[in-house]
């Protein structure tokens, strides 16, 4: 029977729970996977790769484990399928889906490594795991995201593949471009093949505007993923996290409640480690467990979300690109290069760079540069952003979490790199 | 005021620069929040900044260093590898003799670790860094460091490479 996540997502009348999780050694992977089985929560197994792996340097990832270094995941094509089918051996089956999740804008590698170890589930997309991630142009990535994504669907197994369209560099960028990036990947999987899809979308800085993209998200897949069945998968906050226990477990149970209210079926969770180091196993359990038990206890929305503009925005986006070019690879690359996508802060030297955002009073995040992005131009112009409103920005989801109900501070001295991802 | 280009504007451009910078990860590292935060901060503090991105390779770091001729290297990485890989490229870049003496430092999330990593400072200093700023340094410590080897350049270096 398959041990494909969409399936799995669909006879669960819970919301599906995933941490994030990935360790080097088989040992301790095979003890991740198991003790989030074991956990009695309906809930998918991730193993992350490290970043060895992700850029393609296997020789790399060998000589850390050679050497007993700590990698930040596991190295999926260096250990073999051996290695690999140990760690699954017993754990993964159609109760227990596990999903591989790693950045790569090569996955080549990757890919075959699942097939040799019968994994069916995996995570990505041409724009989304090559922005943000490092210095592949993007016109390969998208030739390799088209052999990926075509070894996947010839399988005799049903393959899913997820969108990280909706997190992209994850902060500071306005929503409606998030759900058109996560929708424009949904369309290039469907165009090769894949008939099993999930769009993610990262909770954002203020609910109000989240619902609203998730309703856009919604909307835009249904107009177009014909014959494709699909979710959506909501991700805890991918910005800098409080660095209280408090502050993160406020953080995480509100994603939890908006996963709910906005229709996602399954979300992807943080810890209360996340701003200090990677999490163990049992930090992630508390965490799935709290967002079980925080969506258990919470309705489903209420009414329609007050339109703000989003799904037009969202939707004036996707048309742009959609209409450059039958081949939604050709013109997701000719997008970049007019400036029709432009992802805020990213430093890709496909990325055009001429579109900012802010975060408003209100906390919801704004242009304040669309560059040539096919939108509206701003009435007020485009405003200078420092080094200083850049950090306050990306902390304020901390801040407002780490001092509930207190005005932002404005003092304190600030650490020298933040970000967290 | 400048525009919202400015952040790729080099500030010499609008007057004198106290120098030239190169901003970079290290080659496993993807994160870039990081860097767009100290190249606006370090443009703040009147110095052009070369930024090379995220997931730079040793030998783009090498030739970036030889060709740019930067006052000083600042690498930041927050991935959990940047012992491994801040230590390797170090080591590569001062086997180089015109780089013997670049100034060099390194920040960030240095391994996987958390506050268990403070032993790692050690190892990166060993492998030839100036400076070692562990997640949570205050980023004027960066920019003090900055500031005295702005002080310096006049003295120290060729007056082509104060004025960019």
Not at chain 2, 99 to 105: E, K, R
Request: proline share 6%.
């Amino acid at each position: 029977m398959s041990h494909e996540l969409g399936a799995f997502v669909r006879r669960s009348a819970a919301l599906v729970v995933q941490p994030r999780m990935g360790f080097a050694t088989a040992g301790a992977m095979r003890a991740g996977l198991a003790a989030v089985r074991g956990a009695g929560l309906p809930a998918v197994g991730t193993i992350t790769l490290d970043s060895y792996t992700r850029v393609g340097d296997h020789a790399a990832a060998r000589r850390a484990l050679d050497g007993g270094r700590p990698l930040n995941g596991f190295p999926i094509v260096a250990h073999g399928p051996a290695v690999t089918d140990a760690v699954l051996d017993g754990l993964a089956g159609p109760d227990f889906p596990v999903q591989v999740r790693h950045g790569s804008a090569v996955p080549g590698d990757i890919v075959r490594a699942m097939e040799r170890s019968g994994l069916v589930n995996t995570e990505g997309g041409p724009v989304s795991y090559c922005l943000p991630y490092g210095r592949t142009p993007l016109a390969e990535s998208v030739a390799n995201w088209r052999r990926a994504a075509d070894l996947l669907a010839a399988r005799d197994e049903v393959c899913h593949v997820e969108t990280f369209g909706g997190c992209l560099l994850g902060q500071l960028c306005p929503p409606a471009l998030l759900v058109a990036v996560s929708v424009l990947e949904a369309v290039f999987f469907r165009q090769r093949g894949l008939r099993s899809l999930s769009l993610s979308y990262a909770q954002q800085t203020n609910a109000a505007q989240d619902l609203e993209a998730l309703a856009a998200l919604r909307s835009l897949a249904t107009r177009l993923l014909p014959g494709v069945r699909w979710h959506i998968v909501l991700y805890t906050y991918m910005g800098v996290f409080p660095r209280s226990e408090s502050g993160a477990l406020r953080l995480i149970a509100d994603s939890a409640r908006l996963a709910v209210r906005g229709g996602a079926a399954r979300i992807i969770v943080k810890t209360s480690a996340e701003a200090h180091r990677i999490p163990t196993v049992e930090e992630n359990l508390r965490s799935l467990r709290l967002v079980h038990d925080t969506a258990a206890a919470t309705g489903p929305g209420t009414g329609p979300v007050p339109d703000t503009g989003l799904a037009a925005e969202a939707t004036a986006l996707v048309e742009a690109v959609l209409s450059l070019d039958p081949d939604v690879g050709e013109a997701l690359i000719l997008a970049f290069r007019l400036g029709l996508l432009d992802v805020p802060y990213c430093l890709h030297a496909d990325n055009a760079g001429r579109t900012r955002s802010v975060l408003d009073s209100r906390g919801r995040l704004r242009w304040a540069s669309v560059g040539r992005l096919p939108l509206p131009r701003l009435a007020s112009g485009a405003r200078r952003v420092g080094a200083a409103d850049l950090l306050r920005m990306l902390s304020a989801v901390e801040r407002r979490y780490d001092h509930h109900h207190q005005p932002a501070p404005l003092t304190g001295a600030p650490t020298l790199v933040e970000g967290t991802q | 005021m400048a525009s919202v280009e400015g952040m790729e504007k080099p500030v010499a451009a609008q007057g004198k620069s106290r120098g030239r910078v190169l901003v970079s990860s290290v080659s496993s590292d993807s994160h870039t929040w990081n860097l767009v935060y100290l190249q606006l901060l370090i443009e703040e503090l009147g110095f052009d900044v070369v930024a090379l991105g995220a997931c730079v390779p040793d030998a783009l770091l090498v030739d970036a260093c030889l060709h740019h001729d930067p006052d000083a290297v600042v690498l930041s990485t927050v991935n959990g590898h940047g012992a491994l890989d801040g230590a390797r490229v170090a080591r590569v870049v001062r086997a180089i003799p015109a780089l013997a003496a670049l100034p060099m430092v390194i920040g960030g999330q240095l391994g996987v670790a958390g506050t268990a990593d403070s032993a790692l400072g050690t190892e990166l200093l060993d492998a030839g860094f100036t400076a070692v700023y562990p997640a949570g340094s205050d980023p004027m410590r960066l920019a003090g460091f900055l500031s005295v080897l702005s002080e310096e350049l006049p003295q120290k270096m060729l007056p082509e490479k104060v004025l960019a």
